[in-house]
């Protein structure tokens, strides 16, 4: 195969050559974005304008909602504007941008993550030294070391995957996806690369045991209280936290697994489980169990509507 190290562009996988299921991947794909989006956004929205929700746990849930909008917008537009015009190339500055960014985003929303364990586990196991130890100036550092960390990492991570010449520019997936591109390598991982993921998995697997024994803890915790309000109570806000983090972890685990495989249809199904259904669900997983969020929700919607009203009469 021919050196491909200075080509201008990538040719990412087409859903399909008939136009008609172009353009119905192109409506689908904004289906998911907008409820991604709009989920997200409502997030962010009441979580800033209620008072109640000024807390460590809500500061964390803005966080992780901002983070998983820039998670699916490096991925789904780009996807819908190659539906729509049926040129499915992207530059190669595209392709490095879509790794940089998308590594980013996932490696900052699973820091949060991490960060909104030890939160559940303080308030649950120590509740009377929560506001001491989870302060503004603890959580702004916490979550500001996490993102220092996902730069630095994301720096790395996306030099290892271009550090190789690539001796084919045809990338077996919809976007530009690590594991993709490393195939596309004339001589497969480089020593940056492996030195990359051997520090990811240290990195994954040192953050799930940290999590599960934290989560021990606080399950311990929550059976020791008397009551059943009690315990319904504090598990109401770690169920949801947990099903996201099992989510994350399983969706990326599956998803890596099979990398090492040949390409095939299920690679782009899994792909697009793991890059757009944690964005779209992790809204509705924090609000359904969440009664403050309910509440918050509604608020401001009865605000939304009595502007409404309001600006009607004014015309």
Not at 160 to 181: D, K, R, Y
Not at 192 to 216: D, K, W
Not at 220 to 227: F, G, N
């Amino acid at each position: 195969m021919n050196n491909l190290t200075s080509t201008s562009s990538f040719l990412l996988l087409e859903f399909s050559d008939m136009r008609e299921l172009q353009i119905l991947s192109f409506f689908v794909f904004l289906a998911l974005y907008l409820t991604a989006l709009i989920g997200n956004l409502l997030i962010i929205t009441i979580v800033a304008v209620d008072s109640h929700l000024h807390t460590p746990m809500y500061y964390f849930l803005f966080d992780l909602a901002m983070f998983d909008i820039g998670t699916i917008s490096v991925v789904v537009p780009k996807a819908m504007d190659m539906s729509l015009k049926n040129d499915w190339s992207i530059t190669y500055a595209g392709c490095v941008a879509q790794v940089f960014f998308y590594v980013f985003f996932a490696t900052s929303g699973f820091s949060v993550l991490t960060i909104m364990a030890h939160d559940r586990y303080v308030a649950i196991c120590h509740p009377l030294h929560y506001e001491r130890i989870m302060h503004k100036g603890a959580c702004l550092q916490m979550v500001a070391i996490g993102l220092i960390a996902s730069l630095i990492y994301a720096i790395l991570h996306t030099g290892g995957a271009f550090a190789n010449p690539f001796c084919s520019n045809i990338v077996n997936q919809f976007f530009c996806e690590i594991p993709q591109l490393i195939k596309l390598s004339c001589s497969g991982l480089s020593i940056m690369e492996i030195g990359v993921l051997i520090l990811s998995f240290s990195i994954a697997f040192g953050s799930l045991l940290f999590i599960i024994r934290t989560y021990v803890q606080v399950f311990a915790a929550v059976l020791r209280i008397p009551s059943s309000q009690g315990q319904k109570k504090a598990l109401s806000t770690c169920i949801p936290h947990l099903t996201v983090v099992t989510m994350f972890i399983a969706f990326g685990a599956l998803a890596y697994a099979r990398s090492t495989a040949d390409s095939s249809n299920l690679d782009t199904v899994l792909a697009i489980i793991y890059t757009i259904i944690p964005p779209i669900s992790n809204p509705f997983i924090y609000s359904v169990r969440n009664k403050e969020v309910k509440i918050a929700v509604r608020n401001l919607l009865h605000v939304v509507f009595s502007y409404k009203n309001i600006f009607k009469v004014v015309l």
